[in-house]
């Protein structure tokens, strides 16, 4: 199994940046994926959610109107597009992979640093 994120980096305030997470090893249309992130010093949290043939999502109030969940399950990868990026976004960014009535299968990926600075 591999979860492999890419697209991070350094962006200015106000910028855009969208990242991927390429999935391998198991059926990827049956798993709920999401991105989570973790800043320094902080917990990490759950960013954004998509179900498994992405007819619903659910995002942190922080990002709600300026990041978007997609997903395409004929490429395996899910996607995070991040606009009017903040200061505050800066952290690792997570991908995951969750399946069955106790998410019984949960894998990450190893992370993408996004910094958002000036």
């Known amino acids: 199994v591999q979860l492999v994120e890419s697209g991070g980096g350094l962006v200015q305030p106000g910028g855009s940046l969208r990242l991927s997470c390429a999935a391998s090893?198991?059926?990827?249309?049956?798993?709920?994926m999401s991105w989570y992130r973790q800043a320094p010093g902080k917990e990490r949290e759950l960013v954004a959610r998509?179900?498994?043939?992405?007819?619903?999502?659910n995002y942190a109030d922080s990002v709600k109107g300026r990041f978007t969940i997609s997903r395409d399950n004929a490429k395996n990868t899910v996607y995070l597009q991040m606009n009017s990026l903040k200061p505050e976004d800066t952290a690792v960014y997570y991908c995951?992979?969750?399946?069955?009535?106790?998410?019984?299968?949960?894998?990450w990926g190893q992370g993408t640093q996004v910094t958002v600075s000036s």
């Open positions: 998509i179900t498994r043939a992405g007819g619903s999502t």
């Open positions: 090893g198991f059926t990827f249309s049956s798993y709920v």
């Open positions: 995951n992979a969750k399946y069955g009535p106790m998410n019984d299968y949960d894998y």
